[in-house]
């Protein structure tokens, strides 16, 4: 158990669908990063939040958006989903140069 | 923006084998380097990192790797690999000049260990 809870594990929804996805960094961490595992793409980096604030975004599309609140929870906001959007999406928090990672959750678009 | 290229996407060995899986990552700077690992079914797992000193690495579970910088290599090798280790290894890299920076992944070794 690395510490990084993720709700839900699981998530089936429609396309044009809109879902969020949940990730509680462990104790003390201030940076969240979400990261989408594809079979097509591998595992990419989306977006990571420090305190509250966005740091830095990788390949994160623009119907996709994430917030991180001032108890440094975070969500993924995903919107007008496609069937592409099937992935597992994985946060991640650190406090310095070591990422842990939580178990994921599994969305599948039908 | 740095890369990471790990050649042996499926590799298949009887228990007891030697193993060693290739990454080589591409990056001008100073990088940490990490290797994971993820059992069927569950998340990432930290197997070994390196940040600087001795290139040669021991992780957990019997795992070590070496950093060869003229080769921008980061190889992971276990000299004799058991059932249990049938997993997908993924090798990631990380500017060292940034306490809180992103990962780049490979795209990911699947190993498959033949009881």
């Known amino acids: 158990d690395s510490g990084v809870t993720q709700t839900p594990k699981h998530l089936i929804t429609a396309t044009g669908q809109r879902v969020t996805l949940r990730c509680s960094p462990r104790?003390?961490?201030?940076?969240v990063y979400w990261y989408q595992q594809s079979l097509d793409q591998g595992l990419q980096f989306l977006i990571q939040?420090?305190?509250?604030?966005?740091?830095a975004k990788g390949n994160i599309l623009e119907r996709f958006s994430a917030q991180q609140f001032p108890d440094l929870h975070s969500e993924l906001n995903l919107s007008s989903l496609e069937l592409g959007d099937s992935a597992l999406y994985f946060c991640?928090?650190?406090?310095?140069?070591?990422?842990?990672f939580g178990p994921g959750t599994r969305l599948t678009v039908l | 923006a740095q890369s990471v290229s790990q050649h042996n996407h499926h590799v298949i060995l009887s228990e007891a084998a030697s193993l060693e899986l290739g990454c080589n990552y591409s990056?001008?700077?100073?990088?940490?380097l990490f290797w994971y690992v993820q059992y069927p079914g569950q998340h990432l797992q930290l197997l070994l990192k390196?940040?600087?000193?001795?290139?040669l690495v021991k992780g957990i579970k019997g795992f070590e790797a070496e950093f060869i910088k003229s080769k921008f290599s980061f190889n992971l090798r276990k000299p004799s690999v058991q059932w249990s280790d049938t997993a997908e290894y993924f090798c990631?890299?990380?500017?060292?000049?940034?306490?809180?920076?992103?990962?780049?992944f490979g795209t990911g070794t699947r190993l498959t260990i033949i009881p």
């Open positions: 991640a928090s650190s406090v310095d140069h070591e990422q842990f």
């Open positions: 104790s003390g961490d201030l940076s």
């Open positions: 939040y420090y305190n509250g604030e966005e740091r």
């Open positions: 990056y001008g700077g100073t990088v940490n």
């Open positions: 390196y940040f600087s000193g001795d290139p």
């Open positions: 990631a890299v990380k500017r060292s000049n940034f306490g809180n920076e992103k990962l780049t």
